[in-house]
């Protein structure tokens, strides 16, 4: 408590500085405004203020990208100010009340796709990974957890410009570290203040979907055009806890990258996004395998040395790579089969489902993460390669036999840990049967 006092102390200080055009910090006075809105306010000075400024520095794609997060952070704000002056409402209302912040997460995470050829893209990975974090407010009864799950994602995509700029750029540093911060705080203020879930006013008027958080820009400034009102949404059947149940549904739908704005409204005027189209294709020094579905004799045989690959949302298809190349990336990809033959970085695996991956001759690691089905097949030159997986499950490692053929070895998943007294061992449980 004495911590977070402290920072909306330094907050108030800062807020004239930091609240720059129509809406940055929302009302302009913290007079009348609840107290977790007040906290709300010294995150939005202090963390969030240091990400901005940072990501304005670095400018491009990052600049954008962090005013889409601050676009999302104010959505919050409004929410915040709704609850802290309304009772709990409907199932119904309260999906309009969230429509705005889903539309922003959704936002950022578009982005993402839209810019996969951009030099920053681990900046935007990150963000794009970590950003359903702002559904907390429909994650009854851990937002705090469910917070962290979502930075832990993030981290996957820090430490690849950590290690990319920890001796080159200071200011990338620091960026991860300033973005980082902003979920780490969030922590703290939702343990603070919503611990089991957002707390509503038990005085006032119940929220409505015209119940609009206050806004007010600086003296001065226009106020923003107010967007069109939400569309109806269905209504409300069960109890209170099956409303719990379907926010937190409508939230993990974000997290799996599915149109949350549908699910927020069934609106049939809606058109669904545009099929992309299908790439093979060599950028710079990066090749781009995109979109394909049912291709079953995709071949890159020029290769050198310096280039990857980057494969995304490949479907039923099969790949080879001939030559000795840098890395290779998997992401979004179901059911792919991929042959390689020599790598001299890292084989990664992301976001995928139903993958076979073969080395004919020599990778050192390979890295599985959010992925359920992998089936590695190793050749006799690559049994020192080292395996690395996270948040995966159903991972095999074939191992060649003189034979010819291959020896499965499931990857465990299940993990026994217990205090010894000095620190954590943790150890393989094995599955009986």
């Known amino acids: 408590m004495e911590r977070l006092v402290e920072r909306l102390e330094k907050a108030v200080q800062r807020l004239e500085t930091v609240c720059q055009g129509p809406g940055m910090c929302g009302d302009g006075s913290s007079q ?17 203020a240091e990400y901005m400024k940072i990501s304005k520095e670095v400018g491009g794609d990052v600049q954008k990208h962090a005013e889409m997060v601050h676009a999302g952070l104010m959505s919050e704000r409004s929410v915040l100010v709704t609850a802290s002056q309304h009772q709990q409402p409907a199932e119904n209302v309260f999906s309009a009340l969230l429509k705005p912040i889903s539309e922003q997460i959704q936002a950022v995470q578009n982005f993402r796709e839209k810019n996969r050829g951009s030099k920053l893209f681990n900046h935007l990975s990150a963000v794009s990974e970590s950003i359903p974090a702002l559904g907390w407010v429909a994650m009854a009864p851990k937002p705090g957890p469910y917070v962290k799950e979502m930075t832990d994602a993030a981290m996957f995509y820090t430490n690849r410009i950590l290690k990319e700029y920890k001796d080159v750029d200071k200011k990338q540093v620091d ?29 006032g008027p119940v929220a409505t979907e015209g119940a609009k958080a206050p806004s007010a820009p600086p003296a001065g400034a226009a106020p923003p055009p107010p967007g069109p009102p939400p569309p109806p949404a269905p209504a409300p059947t069960g109890s209170s806890t099956d409303d719990s149940a379907s926010r937190s549904a409508l939230f993990a739908q974000i997290n799996r990258g599915e149109g949350i704005t549908a699910a927020c409204s069934a609106n049939p005027s809606q058109k669904a996004s545009p099929k992309q189209p299908a790439l093979l294709e060599l950028e710079g020094k990066k090749w781009r395998v995109e979109n394909q579905e049912n291709a079953t004799n995709l071949v890159i045989s020029d290769t050198e040395l310096k280039q990857v690959a980057y494969v995304f949302k490949c479907t039923n298809s099969t790949l080879q790579i001939k030559g000795k190349i840098n890395s290779i990336t998997l992401d979004n990809c179901k059911k792919l089969g991929l042959v390689f033959d020599d790598v001299v970085g890292i084989v990664e695996i992301i976001n995928s489902r139903d993958v076979k991956v073969q080395v004919m001759g020599k990778v050192p690691t390979i890295s599985i993460n959010k992925t359920d089905g992998c089936h590695v097949y190793l050749s006799k030159n ?11 499950s159903e991972m095999n490692v074939l191992i060649p036999t003189e034979g010819g053929d291959f020896t499965e070895f499931p990857v465990p998943e299940q993990f026994k840990t217990v205090w010894n007294g000095q620190k954590l061992v943790t150890t393989v449980t094995e599955i009986a049967g």
């Open 32 to 48: 009348g405004v609840a107290q977790y809105v007040q906290a709300f306010d010294a995150l939005l000075a202090g963390p969030v």
């Open 382 to 392: 690559s049994l020192d390669c080292e395996i690395v997986s996270a948040k995966s």
């Open 175 to 203: 960026w991860v570290k300033a973005y980082l911060s902003i979920w780490t705080e969030l922590q703290a203020y939702i343990k603070e203040y919503h611990t089991t879930g957002l707390t509503w006013s038990k005085t």
